[in-house]
Structures are given as C-alpha cells and as structure tokens.
C-alpha cells in the first residue's frame, strides 16, 4: 500500500466523497415548502399533483361520479362529492403537510405534500 | 496424554487476536465519550483497521474490524441492540468499500488510494450501513432522511481525521522498522 502523503487516489476519493456529499444534500435537502404541493388519488394511483398557490377548482371523475376539490390561498379541499355522508367535504381545508381528506365511496383522497409531514398518520 | 488437542494458531492469528485487543480497546475507551449527534464517534478504532489493512493486507483487517465488532459490544453490554445492529452493518459496509479499494489498488498504479482516501471511504461506508440499518429497522420514517447527508459530512471530516492518524502512525511505524 501506498503511505507517501497526499496519492492520486486520495484526491480521486475526496472528489467522490465530496461530489456525494452534494447529491444527498440536494435530494435530501430540497425546499419542501411546507405544504405547498398536494396529490390527489383516484382508486389508488396518482391522477393529479397540485400546487397549492395556484388557485383552481378540479373536477375528479371516481366510480360514482365527479368529487369537486378546490385550491385556494395554499389549502385545498372537497367542496362536493356524489358520496352520502359527505365526510370527505366536512373534513374542510387542509393546509399543513400530511393532512388528508379521502372520500372512501367515490374512492378520492388528497394529501398535502411534505417531506416533513406535520401527522404520521391520521384516525378517525 | 494425548487425548487433549490443542488448536494450532498461525502467526497470522496471533496478529489478529493483538490487533483486536487493541482496537476493543479503543472502541470501549471511545463509547466512554459523549457524543453529540447519535451514530457519530471519532472512529479511532477503525484507525487500527486501517493500519492492519496498510501493513498486513485486507483479510486480516477484515477479522480485526469484525472481532472488534463483536466482541467489544459484548464487553460494553450492547449485543444484540440496536445499536449493535448498526455497528456490525456499519463495520461490514466500511470492510467492503476497503475491499474493493484493496482489489482494485494493484491495478492502479500511481492512482492507488493512501491512507487519507481509505479513511474518508471507510467512514462514510460505515456510515452509510448503520444509517441504512437505522433507517429500514428502527426508524423508517422519511424525516430521518434529512439528517443523513449532515451525518455523512461528519463522517466525511472524521474519515479525514482517522485517515492522517493512520498516515502518522504508519510513517512512525515504517521509519522505526527501516531505522532499526
């Protein structure tokens, strides 16, 4: 082995330690805007993902019809669904990241996007 | 009588079991201090895998790494723990990386990688393998994440650290061997 003070190979190592180094903090360190994305399901898979300051009302087509989510002011939520108990409009805005409202009838859900989620999990 | 037998040791056991008491040692000195980030040690055992690696070849750095593992978590009282779990995953990860390096070294010529580049790769694989543990046992929530590149800078500088002492003792070591 080589013992001579700084070898080719070390600095080939600290490039590479140091060219990681910056790849994790860039996947783990993105900005994650606290909330400002949320993603909506239809049966399971992803149909739309949505940025939460940019205002708009979104018809979503489930199984029993179209649920109606609104994006205002950096908060979403149902504000009509085709279900009968209507929990998922009365679950009102959400705002903060990994709060959900789902729709279980229509099979609809939205989640606010954080990678530091305010709720581990949610029960009703 | 001959009904006892005795297990014939080599030399190169010998060094083993020398190099493995001392860096037990060290691992027991080191988990005495506080730290201030949970996972994160200076690593000054690892040192002495270093430095068997350097003089003696990866094979036996392997056994030192390993026996440290295991038998210095049985001496401080956390085998079979979390965190010694992480510490063998930690140490297996690190073993490796040096194992590619060791490999790969002959074949590199002038590009070999010295002390201070085996240091900085071990550190970061060992913890690379206890996060990895950390993170798929014990704690899998994606928060977690965000501390990982800020434990892998740590152990960026402290491979660093690890990597010159190992560099300084092989200097003194070679120049008391070629002195005497």
């Not at chain 2, 994160?40 to 390993?66: D, E, F, I, Q």
Request: hydrophobic share 50%.
């Amino acid at each position: 082995m080589n013992t001579k003070p700084h070898t080719r190979g070390d600095a080939v190592v600290m490039t590479v330690a140091l060219v990681l180094l910056a790849t994790l903090y860039g996947l783990f360190w993105q900005s994650d805007g606290h909330g400002a994305e949320a993603v909506v399901l239809v049966e399971g898979k992803r149909w739309a993902r949505l940025n939460l300051f940019q205002d708009q009302e979104l018809r979503v087509p489930g199984p029993r019809g179209e649920s109606v989510i609104r994006v205002q002011d950096g908060q979403v939520r149902f504000v009509a669904s085709p279900c009968p108990t209507q929990q998922c409009v009365h679950q009102g805005w959400l705002s903060q990241g990994g709060e959900v409202a789902v729709c279980l009838p229509n099979r609809v859900s939205v989640q606010i996007l954080a990678s530091d989620p305010r709720f581990d999990t949610i029960n009703f | 009588m001959g009904s006892r037998r005795s297990i014939q040791t080599t030399g190169d056991d010998h060094l083993i079991a020398a190099f493995a008491a001392l860096a037990i040692t060290v691992h027991i000195a080191e988990s005495a201090l506080p730290s201030p980030f949970p996972g994160v040690k200076p690593g000054l055992a690892n040192v002495v895998t270093l430095l068997v690696m350097c003089r003696y070849g990866w094979r036996m750095a392997a056994w030192v790494s390993l026996l440290r593992v295991l038998l210095g978590s049985v001496l401080i009282g956390t085998f079979l723990s979390p965190a010694f779990f992480m510490s063998a995953a930690g140490a297996l990860a690190s073993i490796l990386v040096l194992g590619v390096i060791y490999g790969t070294s002959q074949y590199l010529g002038g590009w070999a990688v010295g002390p201070l580049g085996l240091g900085i790769a071990a550190a970061m694989a060992h913890m690379s393998g206890q996060f990895w543990v950390a993170y798929t046992l014990f704690v899998p929530h994606a928060g977690l994440l965000t501390v990982y590149p800020v434990l892998m800078t740590l152990a960026a500088a402290l491979g660093v650290v690890s990597g010159l002492l190992t560099r300084g003792v092989l200097a003194r070591l070679n120049s008391t061997s070629t002195a005497s």
